[in-house]
T-cell receptor, first 115, second 111 residues
Framework: EPEVTQTPSHQVTQMGQEVILRCVPI?????FYWYRQILGQKVEFLVS????????KSEIFDDQFSVERPDGSNFTLKIRSTKLEDSAMYFC?????????????FGPGTRLLVL | KQEVTQIPAALSVPEGENLVLNCSFT??????LQWFRQDPGKGLTSLLL?????REQTSGRLNASLDKSSGRSTLYIAASQPGDSATYLC??????????FGKGTMLLVSP
């Protein structure tokens, strides 16, 4: 069964450094998402992406964050200057059409630790 | 703004028991509701999706119900097994497929 994959599984970085989290959505899916989960807290929506542009973003997704689909398969989340509070599990998700009636498929996540 | 609440926060049961997990949401204008399973340190596995027009969905030992007007959903697990131990998350889709999650119910099924 097709899966959403994410790399790396774990990343440790110093505060102020840039990080890029990578995702490969399911191949025929058209809508892509990033969510994050701070330890012990709810999964929170960050951003959705369709047709090479952001569809929706939350208050969390400020100027430090950006997303890109650099080629036909990868979907990336960049954090330009990491802060301690960016430490979290970051999940990528995708759905095929985005009609609101489909299951969202999540990747296994990238655990980011900012020191 | 949609808020999703799940109770109980944690539940411990002996193997074989039937159990119910609860989810409530504040805005009844939803497209669908999804139940996920999350194992410690892992990703989210979709268990069931209920459309706003549906009342329930079943998959194996799992049954999810939806009462949109009252803003409630339940996940019923029959004949629980130790392998069911995980955190169960409820998430509602209020538009554009963006999901709003509850904090989850941590379930422990003891042999």
């Amino acid at each position: 069964e097709p899966e959403v994959t994410q790399t790396p599984s774990h990343q440790v970085t110093q505060m102020g450094q840039e990080v890029i989290l990578r995702c490969v959505p399911i191949s025929n899916h058209l809508y892509f998402y990033w969510y994050r989960q701070i330890l012990g807290q709810k999964v929170e929506f960050l951003v959705s992406f369709y047709n090479n542009e952001i569809s929706e973003k939350s208050e969390i997704f400020d100027d430090q964050f950006s997303v890109e689909r650099p080629d036909g398969s990868n979907f990336t989340l960049k954090i330009r200057s990491t802060k301690l509070e960016d430490s979290a599990m970051y999940f990528c998700a995708s759905i095929r059409i985005g009609t609101g009636i489909e299951t969202q498929y999540f990747g296994p996540g990238t655990r980011l630790l900012v020191l | 703004k949609q808020e999703v609440t799940q109770i109980p926060a944690a539940l411990s049961v002996p193997e074989g028991e039937n159990l119910v997990l609860n989810c409530s949401f504040t805005d009844s204008a939803i497209y669908n509701l999804q139940w996920f399973r999350q194992d410690p340190g892992k990703g989210l596995t979709s268990l069931l999706l209920i459309q706003s027009s549906q009342r329930e969905q079943t998959s194996g030992r799992l049954n999810a119900s939806l009462d949109k007007s009252s803003g409630r959903s339940t996940l019923y697990i029959a004949a629980s097994q130790p392998g069911d131990s995980a955190t169960y998350l409820c998430a509602v889709n209020s538009g554009y497929s963006t999901l709003t999650f509850g904090k989850g119910t941590m379930l422990l099924v003891s042999p």
